[in-house]
């Protein structure tokens, strides 16, 4: 890896050290500069489960990714820097009680004076790490909660798109995901399918766009309205998320055509 272009890319300047402040930091700049995004697979385009590949799109190209790229990418990082990391598949949503099915979310687990969770690709998850321990855990305006009965589960701030996750701690390699990655890119049934998401953080909160909706959660609340055209959608992915695609006015029909649908089934 060429660790100083991923330092550059998310604008981080502090220690290089592997301690947890240095984890925190890394953890929290990575959320404000690269956003989670699907836009890739509404291009027709393959997902593969590599790291130099993770590199090129998010470093070189300054795209986003969803949780196989933005924690494989994070996860590569975090080695360079001489930290233990475990790759850790995760469930999301999953009914409490049940097996544990194959794991749908990547996560890490990072050895920093301890043992912390860590997530850069949720999305709307955690903003920094929090420790591998039971208990609740408030970041910036969201509240968190690590609850265990057998597996371990991540409850999502009540905002978030998705309620969390549940995960184990066996060590799991890229390898191990190919299936679902395959999956969840392909399938009519996959929410990545269905809809285009964007995500980022920022200093007031964050941005999500799901379809056409633009969503602003601040301490202010809850904020929504709705894009109509393709100019505004280039200028909401350049603006809010940093996004420089030139696909976007390609894009577009189909994203309002999928909220004209959505308005469609749930008017009434």
Not at 174 to 186: G, I, N
Not at 203 to 217: I, N, P, W
Not at 235 to 248: C, K, Q, S, T, W
């Amino acid at each position: 890896m060429n660790l100083g272009a991923y330092l550059a890319r998310v604008g981080y300047g502090g220690s290089l050290e592997p301690t947890f402040d240095t984890l925190r930091d890394l953890h929290r700049a990575h959320l404000l500069t690269i956003p989670y995004e699907n836009l890739d697979i509404h291009l027709y385009r393959t997902l593969p489960l590599d790291e130099p590949y993770f590199f090129d799109k998010l470093v070189t190209q300054r795209r986003g990714g969803w949780c196989f790229e933005m924690n494989g990418l994070f996860a590569w990082a975090l080695r360079e820097l001489g930290f233990g990391v475990t790759l850790l598949g995760a469930k999301v949503d999953r009914v409490a009680g049940r097996p544990m099915p194959k794991p749908d979310h990547l996560a890490l687990l990072v050895e920093a004076d301890g043992l912390y969770l860590a997530d850069v690709g949720f999305g709307d998850g955690l903003l920094e790490p929090v420790p591998l321990s039971v208990g609740r855990y408030r970041q910036s305006l969201f509240d968190y909660e690590l609850r265990r009965s057998g597996d371990w589960h991540f409850c999502n701030q009540p905002y978030g798109a998705a309620r969390g996750f549940s995960f184990d701690t066996e060590p799991r390699q890229l390898a191990d995901f190919s299936e679902m990655c395959s999956a969840l890119q392909t399938s009519p049934a996959s929410g990545f399918v269905r809809v285009t998401v964007c995500q980022r953080f920022n200093a007031e909160g964050y941005t999500t766009l799901r379809g056409a909706t633009l969503r602003e959660v601040t301490a202010a609340g809850v904020r929504e309205r709705v894009l109509e055209s393709a100019a505004d959608f280039d200028a909401v992915l350049r603006r809010r998320f940093g996004l420089e695609l030139p696909e976007a006015y390609d894009l577009w029909p189909r994203i309002w055509a999928g909220h004209l649908a959505w308005v469609a089934a749930t008017a009434g």
